[in-house]
């Protein structure tokens, strides 16, 4: 009749509660149960904390890049022009663009003048890169059109320059102050080059959200932006905005038969690939650590059942001898054990969830009780810690964490499974 008993039934399941249950004379197994429940418990935690911030970094960085920056940026080959002077410049850049614009999946082209220059206001000093854009092509940039923090109008910026609001408090100036913008390349005379020095109005300070970009960008309009860097006729790049930024690779056959013979790119992969590479090694890094940090927790379900295991002896021995299979003993170790791994896994999965969504208090109250400063924007590229939960991620620590919960149990279980009944009982 035994034989014929179904895998995990009630009663398997009753006498596996109560050797969960310890009495006060089998404390250690309690001691080693709880043990093992909040070892997985944090590293559950720990795994999913350390993914979420992970997907929540890659995702801000790289968001602050497209949002920011050209998905691809088409250049000129070095030429000799008909002054004998190299150039790299675009003469052409009206039709360019809009050969460019009628690709499919390309939402934007936008010719740009950009210059390394000196900003001066109030006696401070600090370098900015000038981006020579046309009002209606900067409405549509979505990290400086629709910031995170901004302060004027972006409708006045033909009047005046759109500044970083890094910019803006290195220099200690606000919007309607001006700055002045000094470029060694000025005007030329018989004497040689002198420095070009023009005042502008600050219209507009944006917060992009990406450190380096905020401390020194500049945005001055296109026509203008021509003129202050000898630019007459001529663009010095062509930004170009894409539907779908993953898969930039299928857009660059079809953008360089637009853009024609004599042009080169360069994507945002090509400029943060590295960086994102190194994200990604990273990310598997951690992964693997912390995926020895749970085998490490889930061991202690080891530990714990071999006691009880001993403690169990006699018992095993009875229940042998009325008729238990091996099976049946087997599965209710079996069940000891993992019903600490389930409710570890749980518990961590729990914690883990709630620490991405409340990110931001909880980051604000350790920066606060640490004094401030723990994060600096300069070195990381972004303003706060972010956190994404992702259901792939939760589900790799549930299976991680369960599938070695289960595994390590079954040693252990497998020894009681295996014990002789005749020895279990002999001294007793």
């Not at 000196?118 to 020579?132: E, F, I, K, L, R």
Request: charged fraction near 20%; proline fraction near 4%.
């Amino acid at each position: 009749m035994a034989g014929t008993t179904a895998p995990f039934s009630r009663f398997e399941w009753m006498i596996a509660w109560r050797y969960l249950r310890a009495r006060r004379a089998e404390g250690g197994v309690s001691v080693m149960t709880w043990i093992s429940l909040i070892g997985i418990t944090l590293a559950v935690f720990a795994l999913i904390a350390t993914l979420a911030v992970r997907s929540g970094f890659r995702e801000e960085f790289v968001d602050t890049i497209l949002g920011s920056n050209a998905h691809v940026t088409v250049y000129s080959q070095t030429r000799v022009s008909e002054t004998g002077q190299t150039t790299r410049d675009i003469p052409n850049y009206a039709e360019m663009a809009e050969r460019i614009r009628a690709v499919p999946g390309v939402t934007r082209a936008a010719p740009l003048v950009r210059g390394q220059v000196m900003a001066n206001a109030q006696g401070a000093n600090t370098g900015v890169a000038v981006y020579g854009i046309a009002p209606e092509d900067l409405q549509t940039i979505p990290r400086v059109a629709q910031p995170e923090e901004a302060r004027g109008d972006i409708a006045r910026f033909p009047e005046g320059v759109a500044v970083g609001s890094g910019v803006a408090r290195d220099l200690g100036v606000g919007v309607g102050d001006r700055i002045r913008l000094i470029s060694p390349d000025g005007v030329k005379t018989a004497f040689g080059t002198s420095p070009r020095v023009s005042t502008y109005e600050i219209t507009y300070i944006f917060t992009a959200g990406r450190y380096d970009i905020d401390q020194t960008r500049v945005y001055m309009p296109f026509s203008e932006a021509q003129t202050y860097f000898n630019s007459e006729g001529a663009a010095d790049e062509i930004e170009v905005f894409v539907e779908d930024p993953e898969q930039i690779d299928r857009y660059i056959g079809p953008i360089s038969a637009a853009a024609g013979d004599g042009t080169l790119f360069w994507t945002w992969r090509d400029s943060s690939g590295a960086f994102l590479r190194a994200l990604d090694v990273e990310d598997n890094v951690m992964f693997v650590i912390l995926s020895i940090l749970v085998l490490i927790a889930a061991m202690n379900i080891v530990s714990g059942l071999i006691m009880l295991v001993k403690n169990k002896g006699r018992d095993i021995g009875i229940l042998r001898t009325i008729g238990l299979t091996e099976g049946s003993v087997l599965r209710v170790f079996f069940i000891c054990g993992a019903m600490t791994g389930i409710l570890g896994t749980l518990g961590g999965v729990i914690l883990g969830c709630l620490f991405a969504v409340y990110i931001d208090p909880i980051f604000s109250a350790v920066n606060y009780v640490m004094g401030g400063g723990v994060w600096d924007p300069s070195i990381r590229g972004i303003y706060a810690l972010p956190a994404k939960l992702e259901v792939a991620d939760v589900l790799a620590a549930i299976v991680l964490s369960l599938g070695l919960s289960f595994v390590v149990t079954l040693f252990p279980a497998r020894r009681a499974a295996r014990m002789n009944p005749v020895e279990a009982l002999r001294y007793e």
